[in-house]
């Protein structure tokens, strides 16, 4: 189990590749892990100007990454792995949070490698699930391959 200093670690390196491959500009002296004491999201951010929080999940079949974990630990090559990926389940998880900030919050779901799903099935299955709604975030980003904003909710 990674501590939360590890945690933000990961969280921090895989929100830096995000802002990098969607070109955002934001303060690198912002960057901060919010406090889930107070009911923040992982991360804040001044996002060109303005304070933004984002939620931080990881796409991943489970069996997948505990395979993948154990044979780094013991040094030896992953063998062959089949498991169930619980993207799904995992975003309307977060999408029934609240948070305790008045600021936009985002959500950032991001592969980091451990699915065997490829951006295209990733999309097709939570594309079903965003359609029910946002719940407490403005716009929903994947980071696989490439970034893309699967959806946000409509400016007036």
């Given at each position: ?46 996002l ?28 030896e ?55 029910e709604?946002l719940?407490?975030?403005r ?5 696989g ?9 409509p400016?007036?």
């Open positions: 189990m990674r501590t939360e200093a590890e945690k933000f670690e990961v969280e921090k390196r895989v929100f830096e590749e995000f802002a990098s491959a969607a070109q955002l500009v934001y303060d690198n002296a912002s960057l901060t892990k919010g406090d889930a004491n107070v009911g923040e999201p992982d991360i804040r951010v001044n060109a100007g303005e304070l933004v929080y984002f939620e931080l999940t990881e796409a991943c079949a489970p069996e997948f990454a505990a395979a993948v974990s154990e044979s780094i630990k013991r040094g090559m992953v063998g062959a792995v089949w498991g169930e990926d619980v993207s799904a389940a995992t975003v309307r998880k977060k999408l029934s949070k609240s948070y305790a900030v008045p600021e936009p919050v985002e959500l950032l779901i991001y592969t980091d490698g451990f699915t065997g799903s490829t951006d295209e099935m990733l999309v097709a299955e939570l594309d079903p699930v965003l359609a709604g719940g407490p975030f716009k929903v980003w994947l980071l391959d490439e970034v893309s904003v699967l959806a946000s909710v400016t007036s």
